[in-house]
């Protein structure tokens, strides 16, 4: 998925505690989660009118948005019950006095460190100040790019970005990246706004700079000065940056060159002595994932002096930092990042704070020790079940489509053939033992974990690809498609309700779980996926004709997508929300017929509270994606997420069914039946 951007109902996971007399020694009934909640329902509404309103309304009326979120859904409150979980799980490690460099002392000791707000006010800014001493010292364009390599092992980077991750034509390899980078802003199109809320944020954005620059001690006019200085340079770096569309494109974004090649690209300063200052060893050859950036961003950097650069690098260091130094520091980012942009009115209690932290810089520490406890083996085994029947069903439509020639549809059935999956948690789990984590230094602890990463990750460069690798810790309530791995992962975290629910009648989780499954699955098929083959190298498949067919399929679901209206004048990005959309119309199409196919030979099964089993699928789909949304996040999400919202993730898909159609008896005229032409069928 991409459930990558998280998002996901609780009614949903309301518990019900069996009562009763136990005076006759009866075992206690466990606590059972309802499959689908029939109070979330709004029986006002009409299934083949808004689906969502029908399957969900009730939940959304009685789950608003707390002050504290941008957004509440499914997701959220199965992450707040995952979160005492895990609370538990790490105040045992901060109370084990556990040996140094094992994951309880690890755990236990960066939290206690984060949570105490207490010593982060007494500290101020001083755990960053020898980074602004480093930055006072640039004196060139040389030291300017070295001196920025050196703040990047420490956390806070600007003007580019670079990394090592698996080469997209070669899946056996590693290699270096460079791309485009330094805004301050979410994305490039917020430096050129088109209406009133747009120039609002940007006005707010350049106030923000300016009161956080004001917290150093500057002057009112020297702040000034300085947030007008970062809005410009930031503009200028905006004006030659991809849009997140054009970044959508895996070949326009590959380019590999020589380092002498780069050399020509940006020549005010030496490439070699920035990957030397950036303890990066071995480029020979490097991927430039936007050339026509880095030509201009020599001339962007001469355009500026030494001083407004310097004033630059501190701006980053100090916004990176932000959120993890005083509290001063820390209401200022809020301000901005959190009630500007996202609407969010209050910060979440400390102890949220720094399980989120803990999370994000020793996860794997915490996953390690929350699968021991919360992970029981025999969901693997259910799950593969409908792995395996979604996969078949792949399968048979493949092999079925009318648009796709025999030789595309040999090339397709072997990558779907490699596909690999990873269930729960990693086989093997990686040392960080050698990590300097305190309890009294909570800056220091992520420095200390950045540098590690990114010792790590230079370290790959050359190397051959570990496959064993994983993209996200078990708890994190997620999955994801890998297209230069082919391979599909759950985390153990999502096997919970309201995705997979061990109490729950197939169908329900087929329209859950299986729905990701199928949704993933597809995710090696949508229009960037289908650029890569079966050994996750970045290569063409495809006959001409057949690739035309499908981009015309796709350009319909684009049509359809950016049709929906967001708010105001706000739209979806039909474009940009191309490969999710893709990805939940062929996931819960392939999940229905899976979930056909795991009924033949057998009884259909009764109906569950006045449902069919076939009502219950599509109920099942709706209530994973319950959700809520304050105006500036909705805003804010159809600018920058590649998911298109929530609502439309139900609404979207289903129209295009004609399985939803006789599940609930629409008929044509209905809102939630699209006209036969308009229909979009790819997989």
Known sequence: ?????????????????????????????KN????????NIDSTALPCEDFYQYAIGNWQKNNPVPETEGRWGSFNILNE??????????????????????PQQQVGDFYIAAFDSTNADKLGITPITDLLKKIDEVKDAQSLVETMAFLKVKGSGSIFG?????????????????????????????????????????????KHIEATFKLTKESEEVAKANAKTIVSLESDLAKVSMTKVERRDPIATYNKMT????????????????????????????????????????????????????????????????????SDFE???????????????????????ALENSNNFVGEQIGKLFVEKHFPEEQKKRVLGYIHNIGEVFKERVAKLEWMSDSTKTKALDKLSKF?????????????????IVKDNFVQNMMNVRAFEYAEMMGKLGKPVDKTEWGMTPQTINAYYNPTMNEIVFPAAILQPPFFNPDADDAVNYGGIGGVIGHEFSHGFDDQGSQFDGDGNLKNWWSDEDRKNFDHLTGKLVDQFNKFKVIDDTYVN?????????????????????????????????????????QRFFLGWAQVWASNVKDEEAVRLANVDPHSPTKYRVLGPLTNLVEFDEAFGCKHGDKMVAEDSLRVKIW
């Open 331 to 353: 209401k200022q980012n809020f301000a901005f990042y959190s009630t500007t942009l996202r609407g969010v009115k209050e910060m979440k209690p400390r102890w949220k704070r």
């Open 32 to 39: 059972v989660i309802p499959a689908f909640d029939l109070a």
């Open 1 to 29: 998925m991409n459930f990558k951007t998280t998002l996901f109902g609780l009614t949903a996971l309301t518990i019900f505690i069996g009562c009763g007399d136990k005076s006759n020694n009866e075992e206690p009934k």
């Open 420 to 436: 690999t999956y990873k269930i729960g948690y990693p086989d093997k789990w990686k040392d960080y033992s050698s990590i300097e």
């Open 162 to 206: 670079y990394y090592v991750y698996i080469d997209a034509k070669n899946s056996s390899q590693n290699a270096f990246y460079l791309s485009q980078g330094g805004l301050g802003l979410p994305d490039r199109d917020y430096y050129f706004p088109t209406d009133d809320r747009g120039k609002n944020i940007l006005a707010e954005y350049e």
């Open 259 to 326: 380092v002498d090649e780069l050399q020509k690209l940006t020549p005010v300063f030496d490439w070699k002595s920035f990957f030397a200052s950036a303890q990066i060893n071995g480029v020979n050859e490097l991927i430039v994932g936007q050339p026509k950036y880095f030509t201009t961003l020599n001339n962007i950097i001469k355009k500026y002096t030494i001083d407004q650069w310097k004033i630059y690098l501190r701006w980053h260091l100090l916004n990176d930092f932000s959120p993890y130094l005083s």
């Open 574 to 614: 039909g474009q940009l929300t191309l490969g999710e959309n893709i990805a939940d119309l062929a996931g819960i199409t392939l999940s229905y017929y899976a979930l056909l196919k795991s009924y033949e030979g057998k009884a259909e099964p009764k109906p569950i509270d006045g449902f069919t089993y076939k």
């Open 81 to 102: 019950a995952n979160n005492l979980k895990l609370k538990a799980i790490i105040e045992e490690a901060s109370a084990a006095n556990a040996k140094k460099g094992t």
